[in-house]
């Protein structure tokens, strides 16, 4: 299964462990390029581009773009009743924990006469990417819509490709996961031409107004087109291939970490599933349950690929202050941490997406139900970005307001400061204020 990287004795510097532990390649670059004449049509031909590309891409063509109401509302008449209940608990928990991420305006009083205020105003329309294809994600709708909402976002737009086994329209369960929330403006749009759509808009026959900002995960295609496009759109990260690593010691329980690292490698042939510990017997005995567990997957010759490729492996380590540093360095999309004292533990991680403590908390319930977000940054951009929260969709705005008191009582400073830097005409704005 999983190879075996050894770095005991090695450097504990994070300049080193960065180029040492392993990870997918992922050259966004070239798919750029790909991705490139497919953005210029949408935006040349809006709508008509869109059902172009799909038909290429996803082998139908939607029977109009925007998904109507009655599908939506068909979709979740027609679902599945325990789903549905797992759908409404899932969104609940979500709801939850980021109705708590609220942001509260603030007044500094600076001097006297001079106040400076924050005021958090939401994104006024967001387009929401949801995959489809291989696997379907419900999950997406509720990680991207319940943020945005609580943030008070009054435009919300879902992207999801359309599906030829379910007449051209978005799969039925992500259609009713958007119901559940309340969201009815659909596109049946997948892949680069969705993020263009979204970016653009379109005009003629079908009128659809661009978003400010597109949130969600999508493959490499997805992903080349939010850096094309963004300045024009914000986003919220350059996702790549998800990824694990967990944290162990001799007290790990070898079946739950083979189950753990399998979950992640079930997602792609490039998902990255890592294990960091100083025990050769834990290393021996995960080995064993791979072999066992693997072969009874849905899905073992995608999870084979992923745990045999360069991006996966087992790290051995010195102790476990020597695997902090390798995780820090790593700053992993999910972090497991499978020791003694877990909780004490994973307060000593600076770098993760999300962190999952002790043998009761993996990453699976993270996924879905334990009511954190899954959008989280991969690539090792977790040492300098978050996950998607509400906090995504607010921008903070300052208000200064001072009177000519408070004006007159640092005008000085700012003349003087602003002729330092060549900028006299700054300068002069405040002295003709004096005059």
């Not at 680069?192 to 978003?211: D, K």
């Not at 998902?271 to 349950?289: F, G, M, P, Q």
């Not at 102790?319 to 877990?342: C, F, K, P, Q, S």
């Not at 998607?388 to 969709?393: H, P």
């Amino acid at each position: 299964m999983l190879s075996t990287l050894d770095l005991r004795g090695g450097s504990r510097k994070a300049s080193d462990l960065r180029n040492l532990v392993p990870r997918a390649k992922f050259d966004l670059d070239s798919v750029v390029e790909q991705v490139r004449p497919i953005i210029e049509d949408v935006r040349d031909r809006g709508v008509a581009a869109v059902q172009d590309w799909s038909e290429k891409f996803d082998g139908v063509r939607a029977p109009q773009i925007r998904v109507p109401q009655e599908i939506i509302d068909k979709s979740l008449l027609e679902l599945d009743p325990k789903i549905k209940a797992a759908l409404v608990d899932a969104i609940a928990r979500v709801r939850i924990v980021h109705e708590h991420q609220r942001r509260s305006d603030t007044t500094v009083t600076v001097a006297p006469g001079g106040t400076v205020s924050e005021r958090w105003l939401p994104v006024q329309r967001v387009g929401l990417y949801v995959p489809g294809g291989v696997y379907v994600y419900p999950s997406s709708v509720i990680m991207n819509v319940v943020p945005a909402q609580i943030a008070g976002v009054q435009s919300l737009v879902v992207c999801s490709p359309p599906q030829k086994d379910f007449g051209g329209w978005p799969h039925p369960t992500i259609l009713a996961a958007c119901a559940l929330l309340g969201v009815t403006e659909v596109y049946a749009a997948g892949g680069s031409q969705a993020i263009a759509l979204l970016a653009y808009g379109s005009t003629g026959e079908v009128e659809i107004e661009p978003v400010y900002l597109v949130t969600g995960p999508g493959n490499m295609y997805v992903t080349a087109a939010k850096r094309m496009l963004k300045g024009l759109i914000g986003i919220d990260s350059e996702a790549g291939p998800t990824e694990i690593a967990i944290l162990a010691d001799d007290s790990a329980i070898p079946d739950f970490v083979a189950a753990d690292l399998i979950s992640q490698a079930e997602h792609d042939e490039v998902a990255a599933s890592v294990l960091v510990t100083d025990s050769e017997e834990l290393i021996k005995n995960v080995r064993a349950s791979l072999e066992r567990l693997v072969p009874l997957t849905m899905n073992k010759d995608r999870i084979r690929i992923a745990l045999t490729g360069q991006q996966s492996a087992f790290v051995l380590v010195d102790d476990l202050d020597h695997g902090l540093n390798v995780v820090d360095a790593y700053a992993a999309e999910h972090l497991e941490i499978h020791t003694r004292n877990a909780s004490e533990v994973a307060r000593r991680v600076n770098n993760a997406g999300a962190i999952f403590v002790g043998d009761w908390s993996p990453v699976s319930l993270g996924d879905y139900a334990a009511g954190s977000n899954h959008v989280l940054p991969t690539g090792g951009c977790a040492c300098h970005s978050s996950g998607l929260s509400v906090q995504s969709f607010l921008r903070g705005v300052h208000y200064v307001e001072y009177n000519e008191a408070a004006l007159s009582d640092i005008a000085q400073t700012v003349i003087t400061l602003a002729n330092s830097e060549g900028l006299p005409g700054h300068a002069a704005a405040i002295e003709i204020r004096s005059k």
